[in-house]
């Protein structure tokens, strides 16, 4: 069954950079795009942006650029997210998500990133 | 990209429909039928409710339904369940390959 398995929760001081892992499995790999979502504390879903897992390929949301990073190593089904120059409000539970053509069906159980100084 | 407009909250008694909207633009809901529904329960992630407007993922009840028009795409829950009752979000691609969503809809059982 298709399953994405995310690193654990990350306490970082402000200005600092985070990258969060995504392990994908029980699916080809290449064939889905893989997206990140994030939620603050009692807010809202925010897309930030997707990754083409066969080309390297990405697209980000606007606010995002210059301050996002996704990546992603076929040998190990894994796609990464890094945020730099973080800020209080960028604390937010950050979702992967499997594009599925139009929707996104499965999703990682969320990893949560605390800015703190 | 402006996140798509949601009413924050809705209710309704078990048994009866309820019916939550999400506006966006002519640039997002109304251009694409690529519209979708998530439900979300405290503390756990989204699950798909309905994709592409109006189709239903396997598993999920067709109590839910999704329609569109013009740039204003809906999502109806028949015969209320207290298990329905979850923060909803629409969501829509937005072209250029951006996706954006609603602001969320806190469903209430009553």
């Known amino acids: 069954q298709v399953q994405l398995v995310q690193s654990g929760a990350e306490v970082k001081k402000p200005g600092a950079s985070v990258k969060v892992s995504c392990k994908a499995s029980g699916y080809t790999f290449s064939d889905y795009n893989m997206h990140w979502v994030r939620q603050a504390p009692g807010q809202g879903l925010e897309w930030m942006g997707r990754i083409v897992p066969k080309s390297g390929g990405t697209n980000y949301a606007q606010k995002f650029q210059g301050r996002v990073t996704m990546t992603r190593d076929t040998s190990i089904t894994t796609v990464y997210m890094e945020l730099s120059s973080l800020r209080s409000d960028d604390t937010a539970v950050y979702y992967c998500?499997?594009?599925?053509?139009?929707?996104?069906?499965?999703w990682g159980q969320g990893t949560l990133v605390t800015v703190s100084s | 990209q402006s996140a798509l407009t949601q009413p924050p909250s809705a209710s309704g008694s078990p048994g009866q429909s309820v019916t939550i909207s999400c506006t966006g633009t002519?640039?997002?809901?109304?251009?694409?039928?690529?519209v979708s529904w998530y439900q979300q329960y405290p503390g756990k992630a989204p699950k798909p409710m309905i994709h592409e407007v109006s189709k239903r993922p396997s598993g999920v009840p067709d109590r839910f339904s999704g329609s569109k028009s013009g740039n204003t795409a809906s999502l109806t829950v028949s015969g209320l369940q207290a298990e329905d009752e979850a923060d909803y979000y629409c969501?829509?691609?937005?072209?250029?390959?951006?996706?954006?969503f609603g602001g969320g809809t806190k469903l209430t059982v009553l």
């Open positions: 998500a499997r594009g599925d053509k139009f929707f996104f069906e499965y």
């Open positions: 969501c829509s691609n937005a072209g250029s390959n951006n996706w954006v």
């Open positions: 002519s640039s997002d809901v109304g251009a694409y039928n690529n």
